[in-house]
């Protein structure tokens, strides 16, 4: 085993874990930073998100006040309203610092920033790149972070769990590139891992979306909240037999486009006056709801009304898509369905994105900030990870100083050589069971899936007595037990209370 040590160590490079590290880097260069991928660098969610950043910008016809109002409304009431004021606010800065960095952003004819509408908001008040933000951020931040000097990137290292000293965080172990198992030991770290879409059969998230962060800090004893507010997305494209569904930006209904059923007919204004522009938790039940009457897999999402050339300048990512899978969106209708999209709980920090174990911190969307509640407002969550890097690198700055590296006696893991067939069929049979269904049809169906995947976690653990003894392993183990967290928390605390009573009896 190598043994490694660094005074930063951020587990993740999507927005949150890059612009700590550049926060980090400016504010002490003489610190030593290590970021871990557990791919390649830009393999993340920030890579694929597609509508942008939500920034109050024009304080003429909008407001802070507005913007916090929309997302407190999105979040059904369960949002820490003092740090939805927090964020809002620290947004225009946040968006300057990324500007600075070479982030370019659509303009309108009048050279300011082009505002675009998403669902759930009042105002015009997305900035972004075209229908690929993401895409934008992430490959400018890379840019930005390889030219660190006390930055050392590493790639393709999965981390299988966070090292603890009487009960504090000292780092991670892991399997390096060349699957040599590694420790390396920092003063602090950093969960940056991104979402858990990969738990599910449909998802909008890449297949490194496999809930590490909050499986590790599970392991770890982290505290976790509102687990089972899983955001799904009303329009990915309906491919069937794909996992990883391809997202349509909400921007192109904020564009004017209309979701139609099998006769035709917009039924969204059916559930809610704003039709297609109601948050996503509501279009995405209208959708389900409609599938179930019709017998349907998927409805339509109509763009023929809209120009067309214009569609092509400000979503040529959904256009090219579309056009390469025979769909001609100026004469074609777009097959769609809801997709899991985001984790809107996660791994509960304080405001600075500390967790409850020392010296371990989260950001991102693996983080429970209290920003999102019940559901998350589109454009909010890039948003959340830059600002809560700024915050966290701010904390870090102050305090690490008086942190000293362990110097405690690191146990060892032992890789070992996998079926990869005997673990794949665990996976599939998972993202079998997780739906949208499995979490918001009914609690009898809810009870249901969460007994079977409990069964087949015992069956996992009984046939792999291992699970961090090799990447693929201990990543198939993350994604069921984030499954049983999610469902676990979907239950109410009475069948909670029976379901731990049996699995004792049991053991």
């Known amino acids: 085993m190598q043994n490694l040590e660094t005074d930063i160590l951020i587990v993740g490079t999507g927005l949150a874990g890059l612009s700590l590290a550049k926060y980090l880097s400016e504010q002490n260069p003489n610190l030593q930073i290590t970021l871990l991928s557990k791919t390649s660098i830009d393999e993340c969610n920030t890579y694929y998100a597609q509508g942008g950043i939500a920034v109050v910008h024009d304080f003429i016809k909008d407001s802070y006040q507005q913007h916090i109002q929309d997302t407190l409304l999105a979040g059904k009431g369960i949002c820490d309203k003092k740090v939805v004021e927090h964020v809002i606010t620290e947004a225009p800065a946040r968006l300057q610092e990324l500007i600075q960095w070479g982030v370019e952003l659509d303009k309108n004819n009048s050279g300011e920033l082009d505002l675009g509408l998403e669902g759930g908001h009042s105002q015009n008040r997305i900035v972004h790149h075209k229908d690929k933000t993401g895409l934008e951020i992430e490959t400018k931040l890379i840019q930005v972070v390889q030219n660190l000097a006390n930055v050392t990137i590493r790639t393709s290292f999965f981390a299988t769990d966070v090292l603890l000293d009487n009960q504090k965080s000292i780092g991670i172990i892991g399997f390096d590139e060349k699957s040599e198992v590694t420790s390396i030991v920092a003063k602090a770290t950093i969960l940056a891992t991104g979402g858990s879409g990969q738990v599910f059969g449909v998802t909008s998230n890449p297949f490194v979306s496999t809930g590490d962060g909050v499986a590790m800090a599970y392991r770890a004893g982290a505290k976790l909240e509102k687990m089972k507010h899983i955001q799904f997305h009303p329009t990915a494209l309906y491919e069937p037999n794909k996992s990883q569904a391809f997202l349509i930006t909400e921007a192109i209904r ?15 204004f059916e559930y809610h006056p704003d039709g297609e522009l109601a948050t996503r938790d509501i279009v995405s039940k209208a959708i389900s709801d409609e599938m179930k009457k019709e017998h349907s897999k998927h409805v339509w999402l109509d763009v023929r009304h809209l120009p067309i050339e214009t569609f092509k300048t400000k979503f040529p990512k959904v256009y090219n898509y579309c056009f390469e899978n025979g769909i001609d969106v100026s004469k074609d209708l777009i097959p769609i369905t809801p ?49 809560y890097a700024h915050d966290l690198a701010k904390n870090l700055e102050a305090t690490i100083d008086d942190v000293k590296n362990s110097k405690a006696i690191i146990t060892p893991i032992r890789y070992k050589n996998i079926h990869h067939d005997e673990i794949l069929q665990f996976r599939n049979q998972l993202q079998h069971f997780m739906k949208y ?65 049996k699995e004792k009896t049991i053991s």
């Not at 500390?354 to 911190?361: E, G, M, N, R």
């Not at 049809?441 to 653990?461: C, G, I, L, P």
């Open 339 to 387: 997709a899991a999209h985001y984790q809107c709980g996660g791994i509960v920090v304080d405001e600075t994105g500390a967790t409850s174990i020392k010296q371990l911190f989260a950001i991102g969307e693996c983080s429970h900030t209290g920003l999102h509640g019940a559901n998350r407002l589109a454009s909010n969550s890039l948003l959340e990870a830059i600002v």
């Open 437 to 501: 269904d499995s979490l918001y049809e009914n609690m009898k169906n809810t009870e249901k899936v969460f007994e079977m995947v409990t069964e087949m976690s015992k069956r996992f653990k009984k046939k792999f007595k291992n699970y961090n003894s090799h990447p693929f392993l201990c990543e198939t183990y993350n994604l069921i037990q984030t499954a049983e967290i999610i469902l676990k928390d979907s239950l109410p605390k009475r069948y909670r209370a029976k379901s731990v009573k």
């Open 254 to 268: 904020g564009f004017g486009a209309h979701i139609l059923n099998h006769k035709m007919e917009r039924f969204v």
